[in-house]
Each structure stands twice: as C-alpha cells, then as structure tokens.
C-alpha cells in the first residue's frame, strides 16, 4: 500500500467528501500529518508500516481504492490514543470506523471479518460454539450459549450492514 506511486487518474476527488459526510469524521481534514498519533499508537510499536497519518493523507488525496482495500484500517486496537493526542482533536477512531463500514459496504472486509459478521446475523452470538463448550456448560449449570440472530441481523440491516460478501480477488 505504501511506496507505491500515487497515480493522479486513480484519485477520487469526492472520496474525502464521502468520508467527511458522516459526523463522527467530518474533522479529517484537519489533519496536518504532525505524526502525534503515529507515536502514541501501539499498533505502530508492533506493526511500523501502520501509521494512521498516513491513512488521513490517503483519505485526504482520495486514494478510495488503496484505503479502503488496505488491511490497515482494520489494525486498530481501539485505544483512542491517537484521539486523546492529536492537537487537531481529529477523531481517527471514529474515521477509521467509518471506512470500515465504507470498505465492508464495497466489499473489501477481510474474510474473517465478513464470517464473523455473518455468524452474528445467524446466531446473534460471535465465535460458532462447539458442541463440547454446549455439553459443558449444561453440566456445570450454566446458561446455554444458544443466541438468537435476528436482533442482531435486524440491526445490521439498520446501520446499513445488511449482507456483507468479501471480494473475490481477497
């Protein structure tokens, strides 16, 4: 994703706007890349190529292809670290949130995303349960981990979830 050549004609000039559109990341552009929220990310400490500025500049320049393909925006480990010390209080967690859901909407959902998605909707319930947890739990007393997914699928379709499919070419 990163260190390739940015090509002007793969550019989607409304893609910032799109982004800009929902409320919890109408701050993107302000933005000025100062790398606060690099620093301060934990996934950056493992993951060096993660860097969210870099994300932000992508958004900004309209690389929608490149960003919402891209397998960074689901590294987050959702701490608001980046949030709390960004000096241009751009809510990055939340930008991210959106181009998750811009991404699962266009098909760019890692697979093992889309699975859980689709477990939920079936089950309401986000890991499939073995019949050997069911069988334990049973004989400890405990509530059985039966789920009912149409709460979950009702919600989804909502939000605009609705069904997801991962790309083929993922």
């Given at each position: 994703?990163?260190?390739?050549?940015?090509?002007?004609?793969?550019?989607?000039?409304?893609?910032k706007h799109e982004v800009m559109a929902h409320e919890a990341a109408h701050d993107i552009t302000a933005?000025?890349?100062?790398?606060?929220?690099?620093?301060?990310?934990?996934?950056?400490?493992?993951?060096?190529?993660?860097?969210?500025?870099?994300?932000?500049?992508?958004v900004?320049?309209?690389?929608?292809?490149?960003?919402?393909?891209?397998?960074?925006?689901?590294?987050?480990?959702?701490?608001?670290?980046?949030e709390l010390r960004c000096p241009q209080n751009v809510k990055f967690f939340s930008v991210?949130?959106?181009?998750?859901?811009?991404?699962?909407?266009?098909?760019?959902?890692?697979?093992?995303?889309?699975?859980q998605t689709q477990q939920v909707?079936?089950?309401?319930?986000?890991?499939a349960t073995e019949e050997a947890w069911v069988e334990r739990r049973e004989e400890l007393s405990l509530c059985p981990l039966k789920g009912d997914g149409e709460e979950a699928a009702k919600l989804m379709r909502l939000t605009g979830v609705g069904e997801?499919?991962?790309?083929?070419q993922l």
């Open positions: 994703m990163y260190g390739q050549p940015i090509r002007v004609s793969e550019l989607d000039t409304n893609f933005c000025f890349s100062c790398g606060t929220c690099t620093v301060g990310c934990p996934i950056h400490e493992a993951y060096p190529e993660y860097d969210p500025r870099k994300l932000a500049r992508m900004n320049l309209g690389m929608r292809e490149r960003v919402l393909s891209s397998s960074y925006i689901w590294y987050c480990a959702t701490c608001h670290t980046c991210l949130n959106v181009l998750k859901n811009m991404a699962a909407k266009e098909g760019y959902a890692p697979p093992s995303w889309v699975n909707m079936k089950t309401g319930i986000v890991f997801i499919q991962p790309r083929a």
